[in-house]
């Protein structure tokens, strides 16, 4: 397992844009980001391989872009064009084991931060 620490939530207006961040204590094969809005179940919103290789939810496509820097254990999620429906607490996930496929399934990730919390308001 590794440590994850998200930043980069807060509140803004629908069309506006955030930056997270997640800085992991460690490597990792492969790493996300999910959601959790107040009465539904988490949902997996963006996947990232150590290749770059990527995989979005279609909910976010062409207005999120995920990427990681390996060198500095570093996982981020520029959001755009954000939308009230948008409003969650976003969580990093990482599997230190071999991924060898996207997952969107929560237990497929092994290590977990504490959220950061992203408000739209229209």
């Known amino acids: 397992q590794v440590q994850l620490v998200e930043s980069g939530g807060g509140s803004v207006q629908s069309g506006g844009s955030l930056r997270l961040s997640c800085a992991a204590s460690g490597a990792a094969y492969c790493m996300g980001w999910f959601r959790q809005a107040p009465g539904k179940e988490r949902a997996g919103v963006a996947i990232i391989k150590t290749n770059d290789n990527t995989r979005y939810a279609d909910f976010v496509k062409g207005r999120f872009t995920i990427s990681r820097d390996n060198a500095n254990n570093t996982l981020y999620l520029q959001m755009t064009s954000l939308k009230p429906e948008d409003t969650a607490t976003y969580y990093c996930?990482?599997?230190?084991?071999?991924?060898?496929?996207?997952?969107?399934?929560?237990?497929?990730?092994?290590?977990w931060g504490q959220g950061t919390r992203v408000t739209v308001s229209s």
């Open positions: 996930a990482a599997r230190t084991m071999y991924c060898a496929s996207f997952s969107f399934s929560a237990p497929y990730y092994n290590s």
